[in-house]
């Protein structure tokens, strides 16, 4: 098994904030499935930051970015040049870096919006209503012109910015007229698509008004750019009445496709079914700031038994990186007179050893026969254990720390890897974990085989994780991946916090 590089392609997705996005899940799939040296990550970064974050994308290490809201304006603003697309527009949501270092701005909202009409069956010929008129909005109006609408309809809360985008789309070549909602019905009486561009019916929005479906034609689509909820109450609706209703989740796949190509050189798998992997996705590694906070990486540090994490946390722990060692926090809460021992020895009587700590060979005894006491344990230990946790990140804080590593066994079984900036996998061959185990005293390859039956498999921790450290090596192979990846992670850390305005060109 050889050692893992950092990936030689880059890219992630910028937004503020950034932890519920799907793109990662996405991209990630795709490029396993594609079999690329590459990655895709979450980068939070704030409004104040955002047009210093994005100009010093050169110097990240990045291929490109994608860019979600508020920062898409931005985005735009930043970039050396921009394709006709972006700049009708007004918006990019794709960067790309060329090997000069200039920044190159795309908008594949337009292409992500045609991409789903066509997998629907449906068409642009129009009447088109579009309700809304901020970025999606105008993403829409350059694409249903680009597929040859000749009149469209837009519809937004402030009147104003209707008007305003009502030009845009004659600038584009299209009659077009603007409603506020008061003229919403009038606006759908024979109108052959419905977009809903606004972030009404988002869940935490308020939801869409009503509309009178009846009204639009009968053979009509209708399209919600929302995607979370996925079957939001306006697809219901539409379905109830016979049109066809089209996912915002289908706008969502088909931006990222041309933006994979972008990124990576390479189309998306059809392999991967992208809508079935997003439906049951949850955001994972998200790197949600809290405005106004110092930024600290917190990285998850894991591994099954026998992989070297203990040997890896030290190495971080030498680096001068602040670690929390979750297994030991429990040694000390088990021990004489530790903040655990006590309440153990009242919920189990049986554990308690004779000098007042937690007889542990006991306690697995008992929690291994039964899982209602498995559970109760977990109810004791863990809030112990989480405000340790807290306690270590508060202090790092106050010290300025940039980057923290919490060394957690059972990550990934236990869900943790959720808010974790990075996760760091240590693995080895099998044929070397074995070995290390069986030579521990009393291990027996039954007992290693009913530990690992109970963990997460180490392919598929090693398929989630950021960065992988190969322990089967020599302890200066071990070190130097560690260098490596501190060296990357404070990269990341260091763009996220928005470096310095790097030098331009005349452009
Ligand atoms: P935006 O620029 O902030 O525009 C928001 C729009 O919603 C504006 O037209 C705004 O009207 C309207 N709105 C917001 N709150 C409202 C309220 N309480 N009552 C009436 N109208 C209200 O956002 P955006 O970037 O265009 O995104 C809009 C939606 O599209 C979001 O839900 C986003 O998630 C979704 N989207 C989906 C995809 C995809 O791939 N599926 C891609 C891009 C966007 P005013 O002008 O009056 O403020």
Redesign the pocket.
């Known amino acids: 098994m050889s050692a893992a590089p950092l990936p030689a392609r880059r890219a992630g997705v910028v937004g503020w904030p950034v932890g519920h996005s799907l793109s990662p899940t996405l991209h990630r799939a795709w490029i396993a499935a594609a079999g690329l040296d590459a990655d895709y990550g979450a980068f939070a970064v704030s409004p104040e930051e955002a047009a210093r974050a994005l100009t010093s994308l050169p110097e990240s290490g990045l291929v490109g970015v994608n860019v979600t ?1 508020p920062h898409k304006a931005a985005a735009l603003a930043v970039a050396h040049d921009a394709t006709g697309r972006a700049k009708r527009i007004g918006a990019a949501n794709l960067l790309t870096v060329d090997a000069q270092g200039r920044v190159h701005a795309d908008n594949t ?1 337009a292409l ?1 919006f045609l991409d789903g009409l066509m997998r629907a069956g449906a068409d642009a010929a129009g009447p088109v209503v579009v309700l ?6 105008r993403a829409v109006t350059a694409a249903i012109a680009d597929a040859g609408c000749d009149d469209v309809r837009l519809v ?3 009147r104003a ?1 209707a008007d305003e985008l009502a030009d845009l789309a004659q600038g584009l070549g299209m009659g077009a007229a603007a409603y506020d909602w008061a003229g919403a019905s009038a606006a759908l009486a024979g109108a052959r698509l419905l977009v809903n ?4 019916g ?1 869940a935490g ?2 939801p869409l008004p009503s509309l009178e479906l009846s009204r639009l034609a009968e053979d009509a689509a209708v399209y919600d ?3 979370v909820p996925r079957e939001t109450a306006l697809l219901t609706a539409a379905r109830l009445q016979g049109l066809t209703a089209i996912e ?1 989740l289908d ?2 796949i088909g ?1 990222a496709r041309p933006s994979f190509e972008a990124f990576f050189n390479s189309a998306p798998p059809e392999s991967v079914d992208a809508r079935a992997l997003l439906t049951g996705a949850a955001p994972s590694h998200a790197s949600v700031a809290l405005a106004g906070e110092p930024r600290m990486m917190t990285v998850g540090l894991t591994g099954s038994i026998g992989m070297g994490k203990s040997t890896a946390a030290r190495m971080f722990a030498d680096a001068g990186v602040p670690v929390f060692d979750a297994d030991a926090v429990v040694h000390e809460l088990y021990a004489p007179g530790g903040a655990g021992a006590a309440a153990i020895a009242e919920a189990f009587p049986a554990a308690r050893a004779a000098d007042g700590g937690v007889d542990r060979a006991a306690l697995r005894t008992i929690v291994q026969a039964d899982p209602q006491a498995f559970r109760r344990l977990e109810a004791v230990v863990h809030p112990l254990v989480a405000r340790e946790r807290r306690e270590f990140l508060a202090r790092a804080r106050r010290r300025g720390v940039d980057l923290v590593v919490l060394d957690i066994p059972l990550l990934f079984e236990t869900g943790g890897e959720e808010g974790m900036d990075a996760v760091v996998v240590v693995s080895a061959s099998p044929e070397v974990q074995r070995r290390r185990v069986l030579g521990r005293p009393g291990m027996t390859p039954d007992a290693l085989d009913a530990i690992l039956a109970r963990q997460v498999p180490d392919a598929v921790k090693r398929a989630s994780a950021d960065y992988v450290i190969d322990t089967s090596g020599s302890l200066l192979g071990t070190r130097l991946q560690i260098a490596r990846i501190l060296r990357s992670l404070r990269r990341r850390a260091q763009w996220r916090r928005a470096g310095p305005r790097p030098e331009r060109g005349a452009a």
């Open positions: 809201v909202d992500g809304g008129a901020g970025g999606a909005a937004n809360r402030t910015r561009a606004t972030s009404l988002m929005a308020p750019l929302v995607y915002g706008m969502l931006q």
